[in-house]
Nanobody, 124 residues
Framework: QVQLVESGGGLVQAGGSLRLSCVAS????????MGWFRQAPVKEREFVAA????????YYADSVKGRFTISRDNAKNTVYLQMNSLKSEDTAIYYC?????????????????WGQGAQVTVSS
């Protein structure tokens, strides 16, 4: 069982930056591929980024490519999402997710554990 806790959300002006963090419980964090998803009001949850457990290969949604960066620190059981050049359309609840030994996946069904979410609001 893995518990995920996100932090770092908040209110920022368009063009600004935020960094989300997700801390995982347990001793096997390095065995998990980690992902970030988001859900805007009245929209379905969508993939944002993922980083694999073994080689640290990164995957991004086209909408955030070049602006967001996912990274991980296995010593701290933490995955990060650095968000730059934020736009109003990035406003959403951001969720951290984990899947054991998995490849990077854009499907939320591939992930077994989820955090409670962190609100990101970008004002225009």
């Amino acid at each position: 069982q893995v518990q995920l806790v996100e932090s770092g959300g908040g209110l920022v002006q368009a063009g600004g930056s935020l960094r989300l963090s997700c801390v995982a419980s347990g001793r096997t964090f390095s065995s998990y591929t980690m992902g970030w998803f988001r859900q805007a009001p009245v929209k379905e949850r969508e993939f944002v980024a993922a980083i694999t457990w073994n080689r640290g290969t990164r995957y991004y949604a086209d909408s955030v490519k070049g602006r967001f960066t996912i990274s991980r620190d296995n010593a701290k059981n933490t995955v990060y999402l650095q968000m730059n050049s934020l736009k109003s359309e990035d406003t959403a609840i951001y969720y951290c997710a984990a899947r054991m030994y998995g490849v990077g996946s854009e499907s939320e069904k591939s992930y077994h554990y989820w955090g409670q979410g962190a609100q990101v609001t970008v004002s225009s």
